[in-house]
């Protein structure tokens, strides 16, 4: 079975960076798209950067030219690397794995939550000032 584990995660400072991290394993295809999302406390999990099996990537508008997501060559890592931290990333991150589907999605559905099966059980960043 599919297994996405996150590290990474922990107290840092504004305007620091950081890179989380998505072990990935159990997959016996490739799924069309990984992804990450975050919540905060009191919000909605929310889509902020996911990356299709060719290597494209979309980003939220808020979080667009400071978060980067990419993945080894394996595509047995996914990283989500924030830089500068603002105050606002503060949420608890989840690295998200597409089931199998029949064809790519939409790209306007790559941040939208239902179109991913697989969650892991999240890492928590905290940005202080």
């Known amino acids: 079975q599919v297994q996405l584990v996150e590290s990474g995660g922990g107290s840092v400072q504004v305007g620091r960076s950081l890179t989380l991290s998505c072990a990935i394993s159990?997959?016996?295809?490739?799924?069309?798209?990984m992804g990450w999302f975050r919540q905060a406390p009191g919000k909605e999990r929310e889509g902020v950067a996911a990356?299709?099996?060719?290597?494209?990537?979309k980003y939220a508008a808020s979080v667009k030219g400071r978060f980067t997501i990419f993945r080894n060559n394996a595509k047995t890592t996914l990283y989500l690397r924030i830089d500068p931290l603002e105050p606002e990333d503060t949420a608890v991150y989840y690295c998200?794995?597409?089931?199998?589907?029949?064809?790519?999605?939409?790209?306007?559905?790559?941040?939208?939550?239902?179109?991913?099966?697989?969650w892991g059980q999240g890492t928590q960043v905290t940005v202080s000032s």
């Open positions: 159990g997959y016996t295809f490739t799924p069309y798209l």
């Open positions: 998200a794995g597409q089931g199998l589907r029949v064809r790519a999605p939409r790209e306007y559905l790559w941040l939208v939550k239902q179109e991913y099966n697989y």
């Open positions: 990356i299709d099996n060719h290597g494209a990537t």
